[in-house]
């Protein structure tokens, strides 16, 4: 099983990421400042239901490569060193558009169609499994034992994590938005903190040799 040392730097490493602004954080928001606090959740409920989706595919998907092929372990890795790097230029190149500039101008949604776009959004985005693809593999060392069990452990994880924080900004969802209005350096300054993010755990995935 994971040594909690590494459950508590992933955890970390996952607050680092939601707590950037990206296409779920802009959605629930857009949702909550729409049609209210519940609208968020239900939608907040899709999404996780989606990472869940793919924590699943992705947990079984590592766990048969990595017993079928001896250096995929090492192939992983240095292909999700590179998909890293690929974000981090990503989060910081030229001619990005304001964030929350279109929170205010969704029509309202029933119910289900709240929890369905909030699913099939994360389900249908493969940009999701590659990261889960990218982010696992320098967590996870078969020395530590099943590789499935610590897939399924870091997703839940980072579900936990996320669920958490979003279901904290969803209250304050008009808040958030004004605040970001108001505060546009701080767009920008995330942007760069983003890529020392991705950038730092592309080099540690690339210098890690533990099996």
Known sequence: ML?????????FAALLMVLVPGPNMIYLISRSVTQGKKAGLISL???????LFHITLVSFGLTAVLL?????????????????????????????????????????DS??????????????????????????????????????AQSFMLGITQICVSISVNFIIILFAARVTSWFAANPR???TQKWF????????????ALDKGK
Do not use: H
């Not at 409920?45 to 990472?51: E, M, P, S």
């Not at 690929?86 to 500039?101: I, R």
């Open 3 to 11: 040594p909690i040392s590494q459950l508590l730097l992933f955890a």
């Open 186 to 188: 701080w767009v920008k």
């Open 68 to 108: 079928a092929v001896p250096f995929a372990y090492t192939g992983l890795k240095m292909a999700g060193s590179l998909y890293l790097l690929y974000l981090a230029w990503q989060a910081v190149k030229p001619g990005g558009k304001g964030l929350f500039d279109n929170t205010r101008t969704l029509a309202a």
């Open 111 to 148: 119910p289900m169609k709240l929890f369905s776009m909030g699913l099939f959004t994360n389900m249908l985005n493969p940009k999701v499994a590659v990261f889960y693809l990218s982010f696992f593999p320098q967590f996870i060392k078969p020395a530590y034992g099943s590789v499935l």
């Open 45 to 51: 409920a899709g999404v996780a239901c989606g990472f």
């Open 194 to 205: 983003m890529a020392g993010i991705f950038g730092s755990l592309a080099l540690k995935m």
